[in-house]
């Protein structure tokens, strides 16, 4: 192999990349189960099915559960409120 070629040969190297997606962090209420996945609803009212094997999960209090999405419905109201405005 000349010169050149080898220069332009590089060692395969493996990098960790930690990524946190932006809806990581609100609460969503479990309302099924079958694993892997699991059915949950979120603040909004929809319905999500999440997949265990690509998302890390963790479980609060009822009363912490409760205020979050308290917080979060009145949050959207609000913003639903300031747009009719």
């Not at 080898?6 to 969503?28: C, F, H, K, M, N």
Request: glycine fraction near 6%.
């Amino acid at each position: 192999m000349s010169d050149c070629a080898q220069a332009w040969q590089r060692d395969v190297e493996t990098s960790r990349v930690r990524y946190i997606p932006e809806q990581s962090g609100r609460p969503l209420k479990v309302l099924g189960v079958c694993l892997p996945f699991v059915l949950v609803r979120r603040p909004d009212g929809r319905h999500v099915t999440l997949d265990l094997r690509r998302h890390h999960v963790v479980r609060l209090s009822k009363s912490y559960g409760r205020r979050a999405f308290a917080g979060i419905a009145a949050n959207s109201r609000d913003k639903t409120a300031n747009k009719c405005t």
